[in-house]
């Protein structure tokens, strides 16, 4: 039986108090285990606690930043990045994941989920899929604006790579200290880091067991679409060092945070390719309806158990 839970990303905006929005989640679809999604407000904070004193919830893992640092008004979980070209953007993203793997203890959570930040350049990964949309996936054109964007990535990537080392060498520290992992997120944009080149000599760096993987079947399914990856070599090799991961489906081409079994990720497949005890998390868009996503929940039970 792999361990399930749910995240907060489906109903955190339309809620101002933390007890009603786990409640909301527990009562639609018997989840009693909940990721805290990077759009957790603080003033969430009371209800969250009440639930965690009462026993009714347990939390899996908290995505970062969690609590949202108080300046920042909606769900933005890159407003800081470890890969900044500031000293001072870096340290207050150091700062505010140290709160969260604090918060992480306070709560009993096992796990974060963190973003480390891009290189800067021009976000490529929409502009493709619009070309996808279009059928030009095999055009010269297609090819040629690919090729640019890795060449401008590999130009820039070796200082911000070295600052995120620098930064998640601090914050592994602390998590270890506290008895909280840490899963790096495979990520949508091709310009963000560490890419699917990039993490495993990373983690090989960090060495540490309090340091993984954060696998998103969106995510990587999307770069599969344009063609960066291919999903399933991928899994083979990183997948032995997951933490869990953000389950979600994916409409061709690159409409993700479906419910699972509602787009073609081929998950029948791809599930296996994970540790057993491998955390799944549910990460579905708001705009998914209780319905659509108790039929996700049933048919994963059907072939992984409850």
């Not at 639609?28 to 957790?40: A, K, N, Q, R, Y």
């Not at 979980?77 to 604090?102: H, M, N, W």
């Not at 054109?141 to 640019?148: E, F, G, L, S, T």
């Amino acid at each position: 039986m792999r361990p399930i839970s749910f995240s907060t990303c489906w109903n955190s905006s339309r809620h101002t108090d933390g007890e009603t929005m786990l409640r909301e989640i527990k009562d639609e679809f018997g989840f009693d285990t909940v990721e805290l999604g990077h759009g957790t407000r603080i003033s969430l904070m009371p209800g969250i606690q009440k639930m965690h004193e009462k026993g009714e919830v347990k939390f899996s893992s908290l995505h970062n930043f969690c609590p949202l640092p108080l300046e920042v008004l909606h769900a933005s979980p890159d407003c800081y990045q470890f890969s900044a070209g500031t000293s001072k953007e870096r340290e207050r993203a150091v700062k505010q994941t140290l709160q969260t793997i604090d918060f992480a203890e306070r709560l009993g959570a096992p796990y974060i989920v963190l973003h480390c930040g891009a290189v800067p350049m021009n976000p490529i990964t929409d502009e493709l899929l619009a070309m996808v949309k279009k059928g030009q996936h095999l055009t010269r054109a297609y090819v040629r604006k690919k090729i640019d964007a890795v060449k401008k990535r590999e130009a820039g990537a070796k200082w911000h790579l070295e600052r995120v080392r620098e930064c998640l060498r601090r914050v592994v520290d602390y998590a270890g200290e506290k008895n909280v992992r840490l899963g790096i997120e495979g990520r949508r944009g091709y310009e963000e880091m560490p890419n699917e080149r990039e993490l495993p000599a990373l983690l090989d760096e960090l060495d540490s067991p309090f340091a993984g993987y954060w696998h998103d079947f969106g995510h990587i399914q999307i770069k599969e679409n344009l063609g960066f990856l291919d999903h399933e070599e991928w899994l083979r090799l990183i997948g032995p060092r997951a933490f869990g991961c953000h389950l979600q489906d994916v409409v061709w081409p690159g409409q993700d945070h479906q419910p699972p079994f509602a787009g073609h990720v081929e998950l029948l497949k791809l599930v296996p390719l994970l540790p057993e005890n491998c955390l799944f998390v549910w990460e579905m868009s708001p705009r998914k309806t209780p319905d659509e996503i108790r039929r996700s929940v049933e048919i994963w039970q059907q072939h992984f158990g409850p």
